[in-house]
């Protein structure tokens, strides 16, 4: 690129491991740096690296995305790279709204950019490295000028078409595949007062549907892996037309690549259209997220959620029905005080519903800067802890309600966990879960990488995840058909020596001690014999007590769908 200046863009983490994301924000502001002249780099990982880069590519500027978790790890970063290089530091990101100029004082940060930085960051580098504009131009700003705090209102970008796609080419990690993440849109209607209002966030603008798709099209193109897409707009379902036109676009594609796709979807909208979700499943829909956060209606109503509890339990229940993989969704605990038992009685409910599909999981409620809860704790008999995040992460609540404890409170999301738990392993236990809907989610897992809960809590339980394995590889079937003695051929779904224990005299399996019969049976299951061949044998050796083979036989009969029902035996048709 010549003599262009460099600009590295980064999200730093010491939490969790960034190369699993895409971060598709930055490319989106470095295909803008591109387009305004300047030659970006994105940086996303460990900060030691961080350093690293810096030294080697000896960029004019650093921009930092800033959230909940990082504040303070750019807080320190910042004061580094300014004794070191003694650049040019901008921070943006969701968590820029809530900064002011105690953070620039402390991290020697020079600016803050708030809101859609496509447009102002640009301006903004010009500015301080082109001596080209003015600051006081700039929507968004924030800084400390001549010993005085100043600050702009951000800017909310219009025409999201004209804005270039995002330049994965700028990536500094040559062996990390991006395009899993994409918008098409930005916005939403709804306002949820626990949901971090950032500038823009309250004017849906939309893109248009042939351009998303070109974009999910050139992303195929650059990764000849990707398969799953993630959709992050906040309002995707507001508009059935626009759904129609994507889902004939998506439809178009996956007759060439093995592509399926995730995206939110807000309730009290797409209950007057529920009849789109087949067409969305057709289209490749693997994974759809709800947001329901309380099984109290009066609750719902405080967090401004415009969605009915009935109403979520009947479109659980189609899309359940209408064969859709998996429906996540989140219930807050440590919001407004509940009606004892509501939010587990919903649970049960929505488990009984959808077996197998819904995703439930459960989070602390969190004061994000801006919101109503952070604003005006007392308007909902709240009470804040740690308001800055300093002590604790996601693993602590940092909102209580008043005269609740946070032990309490965490306590309480124990409790709400252990219902789903045990939930979930008693339908895995009674064979409550329809074959094609845990096959569903082993497709998910395994093809996809979409591990559901479901398939997590069947992968803790070893003879279960060993059967629904050997169904989903189609060596071998389960005993739902009536079985046929002379084409059937059982096979167990382990290996006798890692499970068997004769420890205390007898042959004893999952805590059940086998009969002769029983243990001679499984002996004989190896998928090698009918089960006519094992009948006859069995027969002879253990007839003596029965009054003719048809008595045996059905005791056979008994014993095999007993195994069976205990995810010991599958078997095939020869």
């Known amino acids: ?236 379902t507001l508009n059935r037309e626009r759904i129609e036109e994507f889902c004939q676009g998506m439809k178009e594609i996956r007759k060439n690549r093995d592509l399926v796709w995730y995206c939110e979807c807000h309730v009290g909208q797409i209950k007057n259209w529920m009849d789109i979700l087949p067409t969305m499943i057709e289209a490749g829909l693997i994974r759809l997220q709800i947001g329901i956060e309380s099984g109290d209606q009066k609750v719902i109503d405080q967090y401004n959620k415009h969605v009915k509890i009935t109403d979520i339990i009947e479109f659980v229940s189609y899309a359940a029905d209408c064969g859709l993989t998996q429906i996540a969704t989140n219930f807050i605990v440590g919001g407004p005080e509940e009606e004892s038992g509501a939010t587990a009685a919903l649970i049960q409910t929505l488990m009984d519903q959808a077996p197998g599909v819904i995703d439930i999981i459960t989070g602390f409620l969190r004061a994000y800067p801006g919101t109503a809860i952070l604003n005006n704790p007392e308007k909902f008999k709240l009470q804040l802890h740690d308001q800055d995040g300093r002590l604790s992460s996601d693993d602590y609540p940092f909102v209580t309600p008043i005269g609740c404890s946070q032990d309490q409170v965490m306590k309480n999301r124990q409790e709400l966990n252990k219902i789903i738990r045990q939930s979930m392993q008693k339908k895995i236990k009674n064979h409550e879960l329809k074959n094609e809907v845990v096959l569903k989610q082993f497709k998910a897992a395994l093809n996809y990488g979409i591990r559901s809960r479901w398939f997590e809590e069947i992968s803790a339980n070893p003879r279960a995840y060993e059967y629904y394995y050997v169904l989903y590889l189609n060596e071998g079937q389960d005993f739902e058909q009536s079985l046929d003695f002379t084409r059937d051929y059982p096979q167990r779904t382990f290996e006798l020596w890692r499970t068997m224990t004769f420890t205390e005299g007898f042959p004893k399996l999952d805590g059940m001690a086998l009969s002769p019969l029983e243990y001679e049976l499984l002996l004989r299951c190896a998928g090698k014999r009918s089960l006519a061949e094992i009948e006859t044998e069995l027969f002879s050796i253990f007839g003596g007590p029965y009054q003719n083979q048809v008595e045996f036989h059905g005791k056979l009969v008994d014993i095999l769908y007993q195994f069976n029902f205990k995810y010991w035996l599958t078997h095939f048709m020869i």
């Not at 590295?8 to 924000?25: F, I």
């Open 1 to 236: 690129m010549g003599n262009k200046m460099k600009i590295l863009l980064c999200n730093v983490s010491k939490k969790y491991e960034t190369n699993a994301h895409d971060y598709v924000g930055l490319f989106y502001l470095a295909g803008a740096l591109e387009e305004a002249s300047f030659e970006p780099l994105v940086f996303h990982g460990k900060p030691e690296k961080l350093m690293t880069e810096i030294e080697k590519n000896q960029p004019a500027a650093i921009g930092f995305s800033c959230d909940f978790d990082n504040r303070e790890l750019i807080e320190n970063l910042a004061k580094k790279i300014k004794v070191k290089w003694d650049i040019p530091i901008i921070v943006g990101g969701p968590q820029s709204i809530g900064l002011g100029s105690e953070f620039l004082e402390k991290s020697q940060v020079d600016y803050l950019l708030r809101g859609e930085g496509e447009n102002t960051l640009p301006q903004l580098l010009n500015a301080v490295l082109k001596e080209n504009g003015e600051l006081s131009d700039i929507k968004g700003l924030a800084m400390i000028h001549d010993g005085v705090f100043t600050e702009t209102l951000p800017e909310i970008i219009e025409d999201l078409d004209a804005l270039p796609l995002p330049a994965y080419h700028a990536s500094l990690h040559i062996d990390h595949a991006y395009g899993k993440l994409i918008f098409t849109g930005r916005g939403c209607p709804y306002q949820c007062v626990y949901c971090a209002p950032s500038p823009g966030k309250q004017k849906v603008r939309l893109r248009s549907i042939p351009l998303v798709l070109d974009e999910i099209k050139l992303n195929l193109k650059n990764n000849p892996d990707l398969n799953y897409i993630i959709i992050m707009d906040d309002a995707f």
